[in-house]
């Protein structure tokens, strides 16, 4: 099973798109539910792991441990996670700011 995962990771580095795919189908599940405990709606849980995928074929080339991939592909999710979790509250600090900000006047 090992050498089967091996196999999978290097066709993955050599640009096989069945494998990528089979690596989709393999981990989205797993993914998707790791992402929806930090998330309210599944769209959010979703675009991560569309985010994790992206990731992972723009990276293909540089995995060097298939033995490490599901901490590999884990710790993508994770940060994707945490820089949207951080946007988000970026952002409704900054909704709020505006909204109990006096507005200008203007001069007529």
Do not use: C
């Not at 949207?84 to 909204?99: D, G, H, I, Q, T």
């Amino acid at each position: 099973m090992k050498n089967d995962f091996d196999d999978l990771i290097g066709r993955l580095k050599q640009d096989d798109k069945e494998a990528f795919n089979l690596l989709f189908y393999m981990y989205a599940e797993k993914l998707f539910k790791f992402s929806l405990t930090f998330f309210n709606e599944a769209d959010e849980a979703e675009e991560i792991v569309q985010e994790v995928f992206l990731k992972i074929w723009l990276n293909r080339k540089s995995i060097s441990n298939p033995s490490t991939f599901n901490s590999y592909i884990y710790t993508i999710a994770k940060n994707l996670i945490f820089n949207n979790l951080k946007k988000s509250v970026y952002k409704k600090k900054y909704e709020s700011y505006l909204y109990s900000s006096p507005m200008p006047h203007q001069n007529d």
